[in-house]
């Protein structure tokens, strides 16, 4: 059994957390969401009322928060994790953060004697229910080793990715993949609409032909053609245009600092920050089919 430290309860971190419970381990648990501490604690989670009193004897934290100045709060702020917890402690970020907020984190915990691993995942809400995630970890190899084996029972896949950074960097560049995938369904969903193809047929030749993706096979966004996808529900979100355009933003910024030419991703950045724009960021992302209408309505969508 390991004593692990949990920050952040939401919709990612609350069930993350809870296989670790199952798989026997302790798990103190903190969110300034009083209601999210009260809901994890019927998982077995144990709520506690501050970062410090979580971490307290911790042989592991794990955050799991919105954004990097959040991440960066929790771990160097007065009452934080590099206040309270013990040198050597593992903490391991499953946040999406921007990749100065990991480089940072990187080199305030090994100044201060704490070893990191940025340990960002892909899967969506579903997957953590499931415990079907995947990991992408970045950070020296003792360290990384060592968190392969705590994050196990949340996962589907685990991937060492290399050093410090490079979790991030890989799900920040699958992100912006998905984004741009994400666009080609959306055009081509409208464009097979348009020229009289019914949707399953085309969707049933797009899935064994060239224009196959994850995207596709999953989120395709014609009512009931995929089975859970979104347009079956009105665009209730499974991934958010708000989180989606948070990823495809940050990459999009890597992208500029690394001197790489991303049009296609600035393309549909531009168009998710349409979405919310418009007061719908937490709506499904898939709801950017909107924008490939030729009159803004969209099939399985009540127009709120």
């Known amino acids: 059994m390991t004593s692990i430290a949990w920050i952040g309860l939401g919709n990612m971190g609350s069930r993350m957390s809870a296989h670790l419970v199952t798989a026997g381990h302790e798990v103190r648990g903190f969110d300034v969401v009083d209601a999210l501490r009260r809901s994890a604690a019927e998982h077995g989670i144990v709520p506690v009322a501050s970062v410090a009193e979580a971490v307290e004897g911790a042989e592991v934290v794990i955050l799991s928060l919105p954004k990097g100045e959040h991440c960066r709060d929790v771990l160097a702020g007065p009452h ?4 309270h917890a013990a040198p050597g402690t593992l903490i391991l970020d499953t946040s999406t953060v921007d990749l100065d907020t990991s480089r940072w984190s990187h080199g305030e915990a090994g100044s201060r004697g704490f070893r990191f691993v940025d340990s960002p995942v892909s899967g969506g809400i579903q997957g953590a229910e499931a415990g079907t995630l995947t990991f992408m970890l970045g950070g020296e190899e003792n360290d990384v080793a060592r968190a392969r084996e705590v994050v196990m029972p949340m996962a589907g896949n685990v991937l060492a990715v290399g050093g410090p950074t490079h979790g991030i960097a ?5 992100n912006m993949m998905l984004g741009v995938s994400l666009l080609a369904v959306s055009e081509g969903s409208q464009l097979a609409a348009q020229l009289g193809l ?49 990823d495809v933003s940050l990459a999009v910024e890597g992208a500029e600092a690394a001197g790489v030419k991303v049009p296609a991703a600035t ?3 531009d168009q998710l920050q349409r ?30």
Do not use: Q
Not at 80 to 83: C, K, M, Q, R
Not at 170 to 174: D, I, P
Not at 212 to 237: C, E, H, I
């Open 80 to 83: 934080g994790v590099f206040e």
């Open 170 to 174: 890989a799900k920040l560049v699958n």
């Open 198 to 246: 019914d949707p399953k047929a085309f969707f049933d030749v797009a899935r064994v032909s060239s224009g196959d993706s994850w995207a596709l096979r999953t989120w395709y966004p014609v009512p009931g053609v995929v089975p859970g996808a979104a347009v079956n529900s009105n665009f209730d979100a499974s991934f958010s245009a708000m989180l989606c355009h948070k």
């Open 267 to 269: 393309l549909i950045r």
């Open 275 to 304: 979405l919310l724009d418009d007061g719908l960021g937490g709506k499904d992302c898939t709801l950017v089919v909107r924008e490939a209408s030729p009159d803004g309505t969209v099939a399985g969508w009540d127009g709120r």
